[in-house]
């Protein structure tokens, strides 16, 4: 086949799992690439046999990229870099950002040819809400890393969406529920193969069910949405005018309150007064 690929870092996204999903113009960008940047170069000798082809790989992953990075820069001036990972989309959650990045600034051609993606189809089988989503790839492997993580996006309101290995998936499930409350999610495995699933429940009941028995292989965990935050009490407009009051006087603390919990600010600005008296 003649190679009509113009010189640059054309980004292909590769199947999760049914190799079936491999696009036709992913197939024929790999078939013409001069070099195919890889993760894992058994893996993508295997996709490169499924299509007929063979064409020269060259490993870039996480302990080499700072090394082989300013190499394939240079080819993409006269030649067509393929990036791929060992599945779905190059920079989720995989090494990829910094050769775009610099592929850019080096004045070089940058397509991409869009695919597969596990987060996006476990969200696409969890049947929790999709107008907003929060993707956070891997959590921690240690407790309190993982819960000072898991900290951070509790208040987002959001379906949220992990990567996980079967070991971890319980310890993780049990980790999410104590840091977001026990919210309804999914867990995803084996998508677009044979014995593809989702279960889903709550989050207490997703993890004593991985318990005992984990599964194997790469998982995607979605999470709902936190639920409609319960209406402010007196005592919370309060204790927020107490604290206003240490910074602002009583007619700005009483609006500041009022704007934050949807109080009355009359009834605020009222109690400030007392307060204050």
């Not at 113009?6 to 049914?18: D, E, H, K, M, R």
């Not at 993606?117 to 309190?144: E, N, Q, V």
């Not at 009483?254 to 600010?265: C, F, H, I, P, S």
Request: aromatic letters at 4%; hydrophobic letters at 45%.
């Amino acid at each position: 086949m003649e190679n009509t690929l113009a010189p640059g870092l054309y980004i292909v996204a590769t199947p999760i799992g049914n190799l079936g999903d491999l696009s036709p113009r992913a197939s024929m960008i790999l078939s013409q690439a001069d070099v195919v940047a890889v993760e894992d170069s058994r893996v993508t000798a295997g996709l490169l046999r499924h299509i007929g082809v063979k064409r020269p790989m060259l490993p870039y992953h996480d302990h080499n990229a700072d090394a082989v990075r300013p190499g394939l820069i240079a080819r993409m001036g006269s030649e067509a870099v393929a990036l791929v990972s060992d599945a779905g989309t190059p920079l989720i959650s995989d090494p990829g950002y910094k050769l775009v990045r610099d592929a850019r600034a080096a004045g070089h051609m940058v397509v991409t040819i869009p695919g597969p993606c596990a987060a996006i189809a476990a969200l696409t089988l969890a049947g929790l809400p999709t107008d907003r989503f929060f993707f956070l790839g891997f959590l921690p492997s240690k407790a309190h890393a993982r819960a000072e993580a898991i900290a951070e996006v509790a208040a987002i309101r959001a379906t949220l969406i992990f990567y996980e290995s079967g070991p971890r998936l319980s310890a993780c499930l049990s980790a999410l529920a104590e840091g977001l409350g026990d919210r309804e999610a999914g867990v995803a495995r084996e998508i677009t193969k044979k014995f593809e699933e989702c279960v889903t429940g709550t989050l207490t009941t997703l993890a004593a069910r991985y318990a005992e028995a984990p599964p194997k292989g790469e998982i995607v965990i979605v999470v709902g949405p936190p639920g409609e935050a319960p209406p402010a009490t007196l005592e919370d407009g309060e204790a927020a005018l107490v604290e206003a009051l240490t910074r602002l006087p009583a007619s700005k603390a009483a609006g500041e309150v009022a704007k934050k919990l949807g109080l009355d600010r009359k009834a605020l600005y009222a109690r400030a007064m007392e307060l204050k008296g």
